[in-house]
């Protein structure tokens, strides 16, 4: 008995484990010093752990069409705040204000988006303190 006991646990302490490995924290990837406002609409919404991600396609000054993607916070979080896999609707014109990836490409993490109907929902940033508010 106590064998499978502790078998049990090892099994449930190595599937944590490997939750977490997977997971990263703000300042590994995105710079918070570097706040962006985007505005496109919306292509593709991936509703999954550890965090939502929006896809947009965001036309540059000089009319080129970039597609960005946009880190939000946790499914279970942000359905316990009142978000569904609704909320956004594809093609629906969205702005994000977020922060950019370190790395260079079109990716930020999301701390607020706009939808169409003038509502601002927040995005449950993972920046938490780690980053300067961009500017309203």
């Known amino acids: 008995m106590r064998s ?4 049990l646990v090892a099994m449930v302490m190595g599937c944590a484990g490997a939750t977490v490995a997977g997971h990263h924290s703000f300042v590994a ?5 570097k706040p962006i406002t985007l505005r496109g609409p919306v292509t593709k919404v991936e509703w999954r752990n550890p965090h939502i991600w929006v896809y947009l ?3 540059g000054p000089d009319g080129t069409l ?3 993607q946009c880190e939000g916070g946790a499914p279970n979080a942000l359905t316990r705040q009142g978000w569904t896999r609704n909320t956004f609707t ?4 969205i702005t994000v204000e977020g922060w950019l990836a ?3 490409t079109p ?4 701390k607020s ?3 169409a109907d003038g509502r601002t929902v927040l995005a449950g940033s993972s920046a938490g303190g780690e980053a300067t508010p961009p500017p309203r």
């Open 102 to 104: 370190k790395d260079g």
């Open 66 to 68: 970039t597609p960005w």
């Open 90 to 93: 594809l093609g629906e014109e």
């Open 113 to 115: 988006w706009k939808l």
């Open 107 to 110: 990716t930020c993490n999301a």
């Open 4 to 7: 499978h006991c502790l078998c």
């Open 57 to 59: 396609d965001v036309r």
């Open 29 to 33: 990837q995105f710079d918070g010093n």
